[in-house]
């Protein structure tokens, strides 16, 4: 019998490890997200600190990436921050992307609400980011390490299903966003399970992300977050 694939990829990637990650860092860093999880709705949601909240938790989870890396180099290849399977990740990844586009442009069509505009643009660069930093957070450190548990295994089902009621909650008020992340979630907690790539997963998250936030949510997070400033 052919080998499962999801059970060869963490064999592979748990070689590349000098050591196993215990039980008690995976607990760990499930908290850490729910702990940024509970700051979104404080700092965003409450205090309005859209800008500043995104930059401190990009940063204090790039300081725990590094000082992971620093005491386990090959943790960050097992996180999915690869290239070896780039197009194998892509090719799973564009048919999806290509069913949301269009739905999302239908969404905006029976709205009227497809008023595109040059702020677009910026966060098409600079989203992939906040997407990728999203991805590691809530697929790769809550599906991934639930999925990897030493003690009692859970269904990669159940795993994922957790997964997506965490990112969709995480995006509340916004009925749409709670929507479209949950359906989100449930197809990138099963491509992350069977091929670890943050990269493309990231990318797709901010383009599809900006894309939602003007069409169906007819919001502009660049005048919310950068000109908000500058007024």
Do not use: C
């Not at 908290?31 to 999880?37: K, P, R």
């Not at 999302?104 to 989203?127: A, D, E, S, V």
């Amino acid at each position: 019998m052919r080998p499962n694939l999801t059970k060869d990829l963490i064999a592979f990637s748990e070689t590349k490890l000098k050591r196993p990650i215990s039980n008690k860092t995976r607990v760990f860093e499930i908290l850490g997200v729910v702990i940024t999880a509970l700051g979104k709705f404080v700092f965003m949601d409450y205090l309005n600190w859209r800008l500043p909240f995104v930059v401190i938790a990009m940063i204090s989870w790039f300081l725990y990436i590094f000082f992971r890396y620093k005491i386990e180099k090959g943790v960050i290849k097992y996180w999915g921050f690869r290239t070896d399977n780039f197009k194998k990740a892509l090719k799973l990844m564009i048919p999806f992307s290509m069913v949301s586009l269009m739905l999302i442009f239908g969404i905006g069509y029976f709205q009227n609400t497809i008023k595109l505009t040059w702020h677009i643009l910026p966060l098409l660069i600079t989203y992939p980011i906040w997407g990728s930093v999203q991805q590691f957070l809530i697929i790769g450190l809550v599906a991934g390490n639930l999925n990897d548990l030493n003690s009692k295994k859970l269904s990669k089902s159940l795993i994922i299903v957790i997964t997506s009621v965490l990112f969709s909650i995480v995006h509340f008020p916004s009925m749409w966003l709670m929507i479209g992340t949950f359906i989100l979630a449930l197809f990138y907690g099963y491509v992350y399970l069977k091929v670890k790539n943050i990269y493309v997963m990231g990318i797709f998250h901010g383009w599809l992300g900006a894309l939602f936030y003007y069409i169906v949510v007819n919001q502009d997070p660049f005048q919310d977050v950068f000109l908000i400033f500058l007024n």
